[in-house]
Nanobody
Framework: QLQLVESGGGLVQPGGSLRLSCVVS????????????IGWFRQAPGKEREGVSC????????NYADSVRGRFTVSRDNAKNTVYLQMNSLKPEDTAVYYC??????????????????WGQGTQVTVSS
């Protein structure tokens, strides 16, 4: 059983930046984030959930949705059990609730966004002037 907690969302003007954090904890003493791939997802009102980015356990593989590539950067600090999503050049269409989740398949697969298991509660990102 894992717990994921997102933070860092908020209201930002178009062109601005935000950094989201996802802190992962396990209920066993042997928990180590190193063994988990983590995905970032988002869901806007009336739209389907979208996979935004995926980072493999050792950061060797990173995947981005076309809609965010070049603007968003995912990273992780396994020692802090934390995964980050740096979002730059934000657009109104980036407005959504952002979630992090553990991913059970390799991030280089085209279906990584369909195999998430443990989810956080989400953090709202609103891009508006």
């Amino acid at each position: 059983q894992l717990q994921l907690v997102e933070s860092g969302g908020g209201l930002v003007q178009p062109g601005g930046s935000l950094r989201l954090s996802c802190v992962v904890s396990g209920f066993s003493s042997g928990f180590d984030l190193y063994y988990y791939a983590i995905g970032w997802f988002r869901q806007a009102p009336g739209k389907e959930r979208e996979g935004v980015s995926c980072i493999s356990s050792h950061s060797g593989t990173i995947n981005y949705a076309d809609s965010v590539r070049g603007r968003f950067t995912v990273s992780r600090d396994n020692a802090k059990n934390t995964v980050y999503l740096q979002m730059n050049s934000l657009k109104p269409e980036d407005t959504a609730v952002y979630y992090c989740a553990t991913v059970n398949v390799a991030c280089y697969t085209s279906t990584w966004m369909k195999d998430a298991e443990y989810w956080g509660q989400g953090t709202q990102v609103t891009v508006s002037s």
